[in-house]
């Protein structure tokens, strides 16, 4: 193998797979990226054995062949090339060893054979659909927050992407949960899209996803089966194990019956929790929210830091409600709101609470309340 | 060289020829170079558990006394007398018996001895509100800036401390007296019962040089080995190390090594400190090894740590289980949990694998367990949306912790669901 890119290309083709490598690995070849060189195009893939990504980049190719080196050492000299740098790599010299030249430098790193590059096998993957990046990308904001990392309910441990019927429309939902609260948020279901199993995406493949969704702005096209989902980009293709597991039954988690709603404007409340959450606990982060006809009072207390509240005028017409939650859960939720207003739809001070953006049905957050 | 009268607390600049103090008469006398400048004590009741049972029943006054659960437990306490037939506490009971036979064997009463500890820890802390006691019976004591207040220095006020101790309540103490924690804690132990012994910073250095490595707190058994691999056996072969080279074989703990051999240790007395851990252990009448009964025993006392930790407010994020085989083997295992929680069936079902793994038919003397990682309570059992309520089970717990509260501790206890 031997070819010639520029660095520019390579950075970004490397920028898209190193990340997946992990820093620490039992198996040597695991922290290696493969290089397949081919036809003009130059291949790189990137493994953790759950999560695969392929980055495509052209190059000047002068022999085909293929070769790994390590991810990271490789990326690092490549981002500390000068800029507009032209990039050798060669295989041809000493066995198990690939040579770098830009300019002046030269780099010798150690090489593992190809062969026994642990690529993802293939495998039917019957789904198939396409979604604009805005929309992957909204279906992730809105729900990753909320993904679980706790180890036990490894099941929760991903967004749960499924279709499923809303008010007798076909939709795409994205759900996510750590059952302290709940995203959910859905688009009418692609074409493609029926039929498709319930599938647990993992955080990790989440997170990858998401940074190649910033760099698109075109459309993705994903197929699945019930252990595989695969991303296509124009540059780059994600495949990811799913979550072996069965996401609980969210809906009966949601409430259908809260009937004393309030209504905020989201921006001054969100900055009103943030101010009035400086007193509450590192640890607990507790606000309480007092309720009253067209007020809303925000309080913390901390044995060790004071009191603080905030008043604000909102929208409620109910009876008055004390109710308590978790101050970064309350962030979380109205950082994801786009609209000016916020509609919390409550029950009582002990039962999940629903928040929605008042203009935008799309996306549903529940909440569990805490004791104040 | 200042001299302090034990009894009267009158100070001198020498020594009383007649052996007697000039104003009380008492021969009771602590003499040291440093006597006026060291401010931080340790405290620690002289047999404690002994101690209260003899001044309870003045007949047992010179016999041996052993306090301590039944055939199969340990010393817990004894006194003076036994300890004269070789018996020392924590020593497993029938040995014990078997060095002093005719020694008085007293069931602990540990709400009396509570009761007792609390007032010693209250006249503690009529003299500085710097206490920070390591358990019922032993406390350090930071006396810094307190000279003016009780009109002399620590060494006096200390004298005086022990001494209304001993008129008030029944009972002896000693003092260790030196410039930090570690050395007070050394000190207290070299000159009981009644004892008032004083590490300057004069003698720190020669004075430990000579004392095994085990002195120094946190280097227990296996420690203790791995130094005497290593050629260290006594406190003094450790000052030929740099802080570097300790830290760097011992770990975290080298830095330790490093600073106590030298009579360094910059922990400062804190009052209140919170616990750290929560825990409850028994020993069986009679060895056991199978898992099923093992477990039935370790409901219980999940329960009791669990209710112990909602009478404390905190939450545990981590439980630890505690086995000792026959041949006095101790093993311990611990897991974090999923979050933390106050509740003892999480904590008991939580230890269950650790014991599964370990009741391999081995024989057992004694089964603990305890909550590790203690958080605030706001942090425990929150509120989840998929699991059944925890707070109907919360509720439970707290009415049964009433009802014990009122009328007794273990009457009402949950059974395994």
């Known amino acids: 193998m031997k070819l010639t890119i520029e660095r520019a290309a390579l950075l970004r083709a490397l920028g ?62 490549v981002r500390k090339l000068r800029d507009g740098a032209q990039i050798e790599l060669d295989v041809s010299g000493e066995k198990g060893s690939m040579t770098l030249r830009s300019g002046r430098s030269t780099f010798t790193l150690a090489c593992l054979p190809p062969e026994d590059y642990p690529l993802m096998a293939g495998g039917e993957l019957p789904h198939n659909f396409t979604l604009s990046a805005g929309d992957l990308k909204r279906l992730i904001d809105r729900t990753r927050f909320a993904i679980s990392t706790e180890e036990t309910r490894y099941y929760l441990n991903g967004i749960y992407l499924h279709a499923a019927q809303s008010n007798d429309v076909a939709m795409l939902r994205a759900v996510a949960t750590d059952g302290h609260r709940l995203a959910r948020m859905e688009i009418p279901l692609p074409e493609g899209a029926e039929g498709m199993p319930g599938v647990i995406v993992p955080r990790k493949t989440v997170m990858e996803l998401r940074k190649l969704i910033d760099e698109t702005d075109g459309e993705v096209s994903i197929a699945l089966s019930d252990t595989k989902i695969r991303f296509h980009f124009d540059e780059a293709v994600l495949t990811s194990k799913l979550i072996d597991g069965t996401f609980p039954d969210y809906d009966r988690v949601i409430p259908a019956n809260n009937d004393k709603v309030l209504e905020v404007e989201c921006k001054l409340f969100a900055e009103a929790v943030d101010r009035v959450s400086t007193i509450s606990t590192e640890k607990s982060r507790a606000v309480k929210l007092t309720v009253e006809r067209g007020s809303l009072t925000l309080s913390a207390t901390s044995p060790e830091n004071g009191t603080a509240t905030e008043e604000l005028e909102v929208s409620y017409s109910s009876t008055p409600l004390e109710i308590g939650f978790n101050s970064r859960y309350l962030l979380d939720i109205a950082e994801q709101i786009e609209g000016e207003g916020a509609k919390f739809s409550m029950a009582d001070a002990a039962s999940p609470t629903i928040v929605r953006d008042s203009a935008d049905s799309s996306a549903l957050y529940v909440l569990m309340p805490m004791r104040v | ?162 001494k209304r101790i001993e008129q008030q309540l029944g009972i002896t103490a000693s003092i260790g007296l030196s410039y930090n924690k570690f050395l007070a804690k050394v000190a207290s132990d070299l000159d009981k019962p009644r004892g008032f012994a004083v590490i300057g910073r004069g003698e720190a250095v020669q004075f430990l040089s000579p004392k095994p490595v085990s002195l120094i707190w946190g280097v227990g058994a296996a420690l203790q080995q791995r130094l005497a691999r290593d050629g260290i056996s006594v406190i003094g072969q450790l000052l030929d190390y740099t802080e570097r080279d300790l830290s760097a074989r011992y770990g975290a703990i080298g830095r330790r090594l490093y600073r106590f051999a030298r009579g360094e240790d910059d922990r400062t007395v804190t009052p209140d400190a919170p616990a750290k851990s929560i825990s409850a252990e028994t020993t069986f009448n009679t060895d056991i090894s199978d898992a099923g009964e093992l477990a039935r025993i370790l409901h219980p006392l999940s329960e009791r740590v669990a209710e112990r930790l909602r009478n404390a407010g905190r939450g545990a994020s981590g439980v630890a289980l505690k086995l000792k085989t026959a041949d006095f083997q101790t093993i311990n295992r ?44 706001s942090q425990a059992d929150l509120p989840d949306l998929f699991e059944a309520a925890p707070s ?26």
Do not use: W
Not at chain 2, 55 to 80: E, F, Q, S
Not at chain 2, 347 to 354: G, T
């Open chain 1, 16 to 77: 898209h797979v190193q990340s997946v490598v992990e820093r620490r690995n039992t198996i040597p070849i695991l922290s290696n990226v493969m290089l397949r060189a081919e036809g003009g195009k130059l291949s790189l893939s990137a493994t953790d054995m759950d999560l695969e990504i392929v980055a495509g980049v052209a190059a000047q190719v002068g022999s085909d062949g293929s070769t790994t080196a390590p991810a990271h050492t490789l990326y690092d000299i």
């Open chain 2, 1 to 162: 060289m200042t001299t302090l009268c034990r009894d009267c607390g009158v100070l001198t600049e020498t020594p009383p020829v007649d052996r007697r103090c000039a104003s009380c008469g008492s021969p009771r006398f602590k003499s040291h170079a440093e006597l006026e400048a060291l401010t931080l004590a340790h405290i620690d009741c002289d047999a404690f558990y002994a101690t209260v049972e003899k001044r309870d029943n003045p007949a047992l006054l010179n016999r041996p006394v052993i306090v301590g659960g039944g055939h199969r437990g340990v010393v817990a306490a004894c006194c003076y007398v036994a300890r004269l037939s070789g018996v020392r506490s924590a020593m497993p009971m029938f040995k014990a018996l078997k060095a002093c036979p005719d020694a008085v064997v007293i069931k602990p009463d540990m709400a009396k001895y509570r009761t007792v500890g609390r007032q010693v820890r209250q006249l503690m802390l009529e003299t500085t509100p710097l206490v920070e006691p390591l358990s019922i019976d032993e406390a350090f004591l930071d006396l810094s800036g307190t000279e003016k207040l009780h009109q002399g220095p620590a060494a006096r006020t200390l004298s005086l401390l022990v």
């Open chain 2, 334 to 377: 611990s897991r974090q949990l999923a979050k933390p929680t106050q509740a003892g069936e999480i904590l008991y079902r939580a230890a269950l694998p650790l014991l599964e793994v370990e009741a391999d038919g081995r024989e057992f003397r004694l089964i603990g367990i305890g909550a590790e990682g203690l958080v605030d309570q």
């Open chain 2, 392 to 417: 109907r089970d919360a509720r439970l717990d707290r009415a049964l912790d009433a009802v014990r509260d009122r009328l007794g501790a273990g009457l009402v206890q949950r059974g395994p669901k």
